[in-house]
T-cell receptor, first 112, second 113 residues
Framework: ELKVEQNPLFLSMQEGKNYTIYCNYS?????LYWYRQDPGKSLESLFV?????AVKQEGRLMASLDTKARLSTLHITAAVHDLSATYFC????????????FGKGTHLIIQP | EAQVTQNPRYLITVTGKKLTVTCSQN?????MSWYRQDPGLGLRQIYY???????DKGDVPEGYKVSRKEKRNFPLILESPSPNQTSLYFC????????????FGPGTRLTVT
């Protein structure tokens, strides 16, 4: 059974700081997704990482994928309050016609 | 505008009263899926559909039914809702299979008393 683990699950940080969210998964997968969810809102796709070594950046967020280590990271640079949200990583499960198996999410609060 | 829509957005009902949550997408996607989101558990797949008249169970299908009679619509049916189905439900779609970026609807918050 595929397991996707994120850590930390809760993170409070100050504006201007850097931090990294980690996503580990238990079985082989060649792609990984990062989503953002604001309170009471739907999921917004941030990144789709399609191969080993893939790195994508959008503004202050950068995501990377190491398929050999079964690890993805989401790095936040010089955090700003607007990045406060819950971040989910997800992996194709193989079952469910490759439905997504999600981590439990990282609830990120960035204090002004 | 390309989107996935769900209705209703909020629903409070009583145990045993059949209900349907509708989902529609306007992107001509073949793959559609339902997830439920519960605190501390993330999102879990309920059912999915690869195309019209092709549906199958996800990880947590008990107590749910689906149908796919048209490509754009994928309703979720709870024939006899129970309190443990109180949750936030999301419909999602992608071009062919789940191995493409999935686009999520706005969510339906369901409370069963």
């Amino acid at each position: 059974e595929l397991k996707v683990e994120q850590n930390p699950l809760f993170l409070s940080m100050q504006e201007g700081k850097n931090y990294t969210i980690y996503c580990n998964y238990s079985t082989t997968s060649d792609r990984l997704y990062w989503y953002r969810q604001d309170p009471g809102k739907s999921l917004e796709s941030l990144f789709v990482l399609l191969s080993n070594g893939a790195v994508k950046q959008e503004g202050r967020l950068m995501a990377s994928l190491d398929t050999k280590a079964r690890l993805s990271t989401l790095h936040i640079t010089a955090a700003v309050h607007d990045l406060s949200a819950t971040y989910f990583c997800a992996v194709n499960s193989g079952g469910g016609a490759d439905g997504l198996t999600f981590g439990k999410g990282t609830h990120l609060i960035i204090q002004p | 505008e390309a989107q996935v829509t769900q209705n209703p957005r909020y629903l409070i009902t009583v145990t045993g009263k059949k209900l349907t949550v509708t989902c529609s997408q306007n992107m001509n996607h073949e793959y559609m899926s339902w997830y439920r989101q519960d605190p501390g558990l993330g999102l879990r797949q309920i059912y999915y559909s690869m195309n019209v008249e092709v549906t199958d169970k996800g990880d947590v299908p008990e107590g749910y039914k689906v149908s796919r009679k048209e490509k754009r619509n994928f309703p979720l049916i709870l024939e006899s809702p129970s309190p443990n189905q109180t949750s936030l439900y999301f419909c999602a779609s992608s071009p062919r299979t789940g191995r493409y970026e999935q686009y999520f609807g706005p969510g339906t918050r369901l409370t069963v008393t």
